[in-house]
């Protein structure tokens, strides 16, 4: 039986994965992949909080994004000139709080990628900067979507326990780990 959870914000991680540099002013820019569509694991406290749904006490839920909703035109535009934070606040980032917390901010360029969205970035923080070139590397995208709860099978026979529609970036903070996995980090030439 399906049901779904609406507007569930999320936190996903993948790391710094393209030429970065300076510019004259000290800003670091680059342009990064920050979501992809695919299956990621996520504990049973993320996903389910209240276990609404009997998943809060697993160690792992596979929660499907289906490219059709990752690069739908509403979710990519989304991504464009979202803050940059460093770690995930406690809250979503707004006009009431975005001095806060902001360290810099994505551009407007958002193009997909293979399974990838990526955008241009600029980190301006300095502090920001330092934790960076001292390996501080993983990006993790804050993000609100709706869950559909349910088992099923993506269309490459892999196995999930939900998945996600209506995806909305909220911000893009720097992060010591990605859940997109080791292979992604800056610096990587391929693009």
Request: hydrophobic share 35%.
């Amino acid at each position: 039986m399906l049901s779904i959870l609406s507007k569930m914000d999320f936190t996903d991680s993948l790391t710094l994965d393209a030429e970065t540099r300076r510019t004259a002013d000290g800003y670091l820019v680059g342009s990064f992949r920050v979501a992809r569509s695919g299956i990621q694991v996520y504990s049973g406290r993320d996903v389910d909080p209240d276990n609404k749904h009997g998943m809060r006490d697993r160690a792992e839920v596979r929660v499907y994004r289906p490219p059709e909703e990752v690069f739908k035109q509403d979710a990519m535009a989304s991504f464009a000139f979202r803050p940059i934070t460093v770690d995930h606040p406690g809250e979503s980032v707004t006009t009431k709080n975005w001095r806060k917390f902001s360290v810099g901010q994505t551009g407007g360029d958002v193009v997909r990628g293979g399974d990838f969205i990526r955008v241009p970035m600029v980190v301006m923080g300095e502090a920001a900067i330092g934790k960076f070139e001292k390996g501080k590397r993983g990006l993790s995208q804050g993000y609100g979507c709706d869950v559909v709860f349910g088992d099923g099978t993506t269309p490459d026979g892999l196995q999930f326990d939900a998945k996600q529609t209506n995806i909305r970036a909220n911000h893009t903070a720097i992060v010591d780990r990605a859940r997109g996995g080791p292979e992604l980090k800056i610096g990587d030439s391929e693009v």
